[in-house]
């Protein structure tokens, strides 16, 4: 009985301190940690680089995509070459699947001006906060948009919108943004190969800073998670009622993937 009692008991002290081991216990997260061996040729060039120049910058994407008019779309359940153009483009009317449509943008812009005005939780970070600009902080800061062409506003585009944007994307030095570099526009429009006006998506990205302060870092992504959240609920209500569909990635979703994986 001793024996039995005292062979559980060394065991239960064994199985104690191997167990101890779990206080050090962390799952890592980071896909380079991960995926790369610190001591690698590469990871030490990343780290020299990072601690001379700083880490490169974290980016925030969207990719608008206008999906076929349906007759679940219109409340007559007609379609109709009426239906099928833009009202608002005059004799520049495009067709309404394509994604430069005056609807299509005036839908996005508005979105568009809500993210730059959008604050974190729980401190209330905006943009401006965690962005990368180019002329120090408070200066504007880069967001590679067909609205750094010509504006958040529609309205403000004016009724040759059509022959503005064709103009800006072939000639983009001649529409330059507030942050002074001229936009590729591949780098903005998708799928265009081209012919601008017949572009298949909208992609806009926002360049937030990165840097090896962690406080620093904690800010950046308190913000993507806020614009994760916006976005999240734009593509499940605001884009299926526009006919729009849309895609995007932030700078913390690969992590937030990995974690719920983990």
């Known amino acids: 009985m001793w ?3 005292l ?3 060394i065991a239960a ?3 104690a301190l191997l167990n101890i081991g779990w206080k050090f216990f962390k799952v890592e997260t980071d896909p380079v940690r991960l995926w790369v061996s610190p001591t690698s040729e590469s990871a030490l060039q990343k780290t020299y680089f ?3 120049f700083g880490p490169f ?3 925030q994407q969207v990719f608008v995509m206008a999906l076929p008019p349906s007759l679940g779309q219109f409340a007559d359940g007609q379609v109709t070459s009426d239906n099928l153009t833009s009202s608002s483009a005059n004799n520049h009317d495009l067709p309404a699947n394509d994604v430069l449509t005056y609807d299509n943008l005036d839908w996005w812009l508005q979105h568009e ?3 730059s005005q959008l604050k974190s939780e729980p401190n209330g970070y905006s943009l401006q906060d965690v962005c990368f600009a180019p002329a120090g902080p408070g200066t504007p800061c880069v967001v590679q948009s067909v609205s750094a062409w010509l504006g958040t506003d529609m309205e403000q585009w004016g009724d040759d919108w059509v022959s503005q944007l064709e103009d800006c994307a072939t000639t983009p030095s001649n529409c330059l943004p507030d942050f002074g570099q001229p936009i590729d526009p591949k780098l903005v429009l998708g799928g265009a190969k081209g012919d601008w006006l ?3 998506s909208l ?3 926002w360049v937030v800073g990165n840097s090896l302060d962690k406080e620093q870092v904690a800010k950046a992504e308190e913000w993507e998670t806020a614009l994760e959240k916006y976005l999240r609920n734009v593509e499940q209500n605001s884009a299926r009622d526009a006919n729009i569909k849309i895609a995007y990635s932030t700078g913390i979703s690969l992590e937030q993937e990995l974690n719920k994986v983990s």
């Open 3 to 5: 024996s039995t009692a």
């Open 13 to 15: 002290l064994v199985i």
């Open 50 to 52: 990072d601690e001379n």
């Open 198 to 200: 017949k572009a298949k």
């Open 57 to 59: 910058y974290r980016a």
């Open 113 to 115: 001006k809500a993210i």
């Open 7 to 9: 062979t559980f008991g």
């Open 203 to 205: 992609v806009i990205t």
